[in-house]
């Protein structure tokens, strides 16, 4: 069964450290992954996205995520956070063979960033 | 991004009655859209997965007659709550995603309160 886990219900950093909300996933074949940000009562924005290719991707805001496929992860990085990243982040996964089109969600990451 | 636009933003009914929420793909067309539920504080639940032109596909456990997706053109989907309770009240999201299988675009969601 694909899944996804996102370990931690909630980071806490200081503003302009390094900030990692983790992931891993579990799917047969190869996999989409994604990040998103969700804001209160808003709904999910896209951050970036893992297809093929080069581990490290770079996506919005000053993100970026490495993809690590021997322990199946695909952490979120930022090397210096803002108060503004404060937000729900969600890791997404679709896996390439029979593919539905489905997203597979995390249980979501809450991330504050303090001043 | 791709844009997608849901509407209302916000809804309040009276218990026995129906609501309907739209969700349009404004700068594409897609063949696919999504709905899901979110529960506070809580990850996303893939409600239905809908097809342009034929029968939503529902998740096990999600009541077909209670919530009733239509998916007429290939710029828009609606996601009709008939008969809501209050246990119906809660955040609702779609995505609608290209015909290729990549990143799926989300609409800003419905607060819905029954009363």
Same mark, same amino acid.
């Given at each position: 069964?694909?899944?996804?886990a996102q370990p931690e219900d909630q980071v806490n950093v200081a503003e302009g450290n390094p900030l990692t909300v983790k992931c891993t996933y579990s799917v047969s074949g190869n996999p989409y992954l994604f990040w998103y940000v969700q804001y209160p009562n808003r709904g999910l924005q896209f951050l970036l996205k893992y297809i093929t290719g080069d581990n490290l991707v770079k996506g919005s805001y000053g993100f970026e995520a490495e993809f690590n496929?021997? $322990?199946?992860?695909?952490?979120?990085? *930022? %090397?210096?956070?803002?108060?503004?990243?404060?937000?729900?982040?969600?890791?997404?996964?679709?896996?390439?063979?029979?593919?539905?089109?489905?997203?597979?969600?995390? $249980?979501?990451?809450?991330?504050?960033? *303090? %001043? | 991004?791709?844009?997608?636009?849901?509407?209302?933003?916000?809804?309040?009914?009276?218990?026995?009655?129906?609501?309907?929420?739209?969700?349009?793909?404004?700068?594409?067309?897609?063949?696919?859209?999504?709905?899901?539920?979110?529960?506070?504080?809580?990850?996303?639940?893939?409600?239905?997965?809908?097809?342009?032109?034929?029968?939503?596909?529902?998740?096990?456990?999600?009541?077909?007659?209670?919530?009733?997706?239509?998916?007429?053109?290939?710029?828009?989907?609606?996601?009709?709550?008939?008969?809501?309770?209050?246990?119906?009240?809660?955040?609702?999201?779609?995505?609608?995603?290209?015909?290729?299988?990549?990143?799926?675009?989300?609409?800003?969601?419905?607060?819905?309160?029954?009363?």
């Amino acid at each position: 069964a694909q899944s996804v886990a996102q370990p931690e219900d909630q980071v806490n950093v200081a503003e302009g450290n390094p900030l990692t909300v983790k992931c891993t996933y579990s799917v047969s074949g190869n996999p989409y992954l994604f990040w998103y940000v969700q804001y209160p009562n808003r709904g999910l924005q896209f951050l970036l996205k893992y297809i093929t290719g080069d581990n490290l991707v770079k996506g919005s805001y000053g993100f970026e995520a490495e993809f690590n496929k021997s $322990q199946t992860s695909f952490h979120l990085k *930022k %090397p210096s956070a803002l108060v503004s990243d404060s937000a729900l982040y969600f890791c997404a996964v679709r896996a390439l063979t029979g593919n539905t089109g489905k997203l597979i969600f995390g $249980q979501g990451t809450t991330l504050q960033v *303090k %001043p | 991004g791709a844009v997608v636009s849901q509407h209302p933003s916000r809804v309040i009914c009276k218990s026995g009655t129906s609501v309907k929420i739209e969700c349009r793909s404004l700068d594409f067309q897609a063949t696919t859209m999504f709905w899901y539920r979110q529960f506070p504080k809580q990850s996303l639940m893939l409600m239905a997965t809908s097809n342009e032109g034929s029968k939503a596909t529902y998740e096990q456990g999600v009541e077909k007659d209670k919530f009733l997706i239509n998916h007429a053109s290939l710029t828009l989907s609606t996601l009709t709550v008939t008969s809501a309770h209050p246990e119906d009240s809660s955040f609702y999201i779609c995505s609608a995603r290209y015909t290729s299988p990549l990143e799926a675009f989300f609409g800003q969601g419905t607060r819905l309160t029954v009363v």
